[in-house]
């Protein structure tokens, strides 16, 4: 019973061990280092944690067989574990130097093995069963039907030979078995809840960063971008244009025809502008900036297809052209007012060109509305 207590209590720390080892080592594959250093290290340092992890499983199996003074070959108590290692490594990274140095980690395990007359083959079938990890892991890994099958070739090598160097003495198959299966649900289920997290992380940023009616960048994004286009400017000389505009008179759309409509209309206008801008230029984005106000940027003034008045004009008589229909069957048109302008030598802020292509549009709107307003005009 006590050593059944022991065997239970030493799987149980290993499994915590190997999770801590999934976990950091998915930390250093993930995590955005502040120094390039870091960067520079990333992979040298999940090489490190894989071979050290290797080494700290291996000399605890020494140390035991050390202690029950069987000197014949490495017992069985953590070469599930050893395996369970190099499996998640491989998965997770495509580093020629992690493939190299595990490759000679495993031919010195190998050869080191006692009473292992072959174990040439033995290497080299783990070699193939490595390479396939390591090329294809991260396909295998979502298909159970696929992983777990596996799973069981890739250990096979390493248990064959275990056994064969043990002369035959088995720790009991059922439990190496049920431990494989265990450290393989393991692996699967930390890959899934980072999986999870990584994806609800991506949501969460996504909807940080766009607006939920209409599907466009919204105004943390503008602003981000308009502030690495000013910097782009003054590092590299890249001109950008910018244009603004709203819907006119939209409180009455949502007074006359309910908020419904008007957000139907808010989403209408945005497909539109995406249709668009791409034909102004192949380096323009657009955005919701707030209520019925809209902006589109082209980052590189060279990729305009032609002058700020057409284009202005162009997308005014586009959006003029929409046509909403109730669900009582009314129909209705809107019109827009723009304000277009570009970045200045003398701009000390990279908001001020929104500044003056905003005050544009209200000279849109004060003269007439249904019209633009350019840096072209005084």
Not at 14 to 34: D, E, K
Not at 39 to 44: C, G, K, P, T, Y
Not at 67 to 72: E, L, M, Q
Not at 268 to 297: C, D, H, M, Q, W
């Amino acid at each position: 019973m006590l050593i059944w207590a022991i065997r239970g209590v030493t799987f149980v720390i290993n499994l915590l061990l190997l999770t801590g080892f999934a976990l950091l080592y998915s930390w250093l594959q993930q995590t955005r280092f502040q120094f390039s250093i870091g960067e520079r290290l990333r992979n040298s340092s999940q090489t490190a944690l894989t071979i050290a992890f290797l080494g700290l499983y291996h000399l605890s199996s020494v140390l035991r067989i050390m202690s029950n003074h069987d000197s014949k070959a490495f017992g069985w108590s953590y070469l599930a574990f050893q395996i369970g290692v190099l499996i998640f490594a491989l998965f997770f990274t495509q580093s020629r130097w992690l493939f190299t140095y595990l490759s000679v980690t495993l031919l010195l395990w190998y050869w080191w093995l006692p009473n292992l007359k072959w174990w040439g083959y033995f290497f080299v079938a783990s070699m193939l069963m490595m390479y396939v990890a390591e090329r294809f892991g991260r396909q295998i890994i979502d298909r159970p039907l696929l992983y777990y099958p596996f799973c069981a070739l890739f250990s096979a090598p390493f248990m064959w030979a275990n056994w064969i160097s043990l002369n035959g003495i088995a720790p009991g198959w059922l439990w190496e078995i049920s431990a494989s299966l265990c450290i393989s649900y393991l692996i699967w289920f930390i890959h899934h809840r980072l999986k999870c997290r990584a994806e609800w992380q991506a949501l969460l940023i996504r909807e940080a960063r766009q607006d939920n009616l209409t599907q466009l960048s919204n105004f943390r994004v503008f602003n981000d971008d308009l502030q690495q286009a000013f910097k782009d400017y003054h590092e590299n000389g890249t001109q950008y244009l910018l244009y603004t505009f709203d819907i006119d008179h939209f409180k009455r759309v949502n007074d006359r025809y309910g908020h419904l409509e008007g957000n139907n209309v808010l989403k209408l206008v945005a497909t539109e502008l995406i249709r668009l801008v791409p034909k102004i230029s192949n380096n323009a984005k657009a955005y919701r900036v707030g209520g019925e106000e809209f902006s589109f940027v082209v980052f590189d003034s060279r990729t305009q297809q032609d002058t700020a008045d057409i284009v202005a004009n162009q997308v005014r008589k586009a959006i003029d052209r929409l046509q909403f229909t109730t669900k009582q069957g009314r129909r209705f048109q809107i019109t827009i007012s723009m304000g277009q302008d570009q970045i200045d030598d003398e701009d000390q802020n990279y908001l001020d060109v929104y500044k003056r292509a905003d005050q544009r549009l209200y000279r849109s709107k004060e003269t007439g509305r249904n019209r633009v307003t350019t840096a072209n005009e005084p």
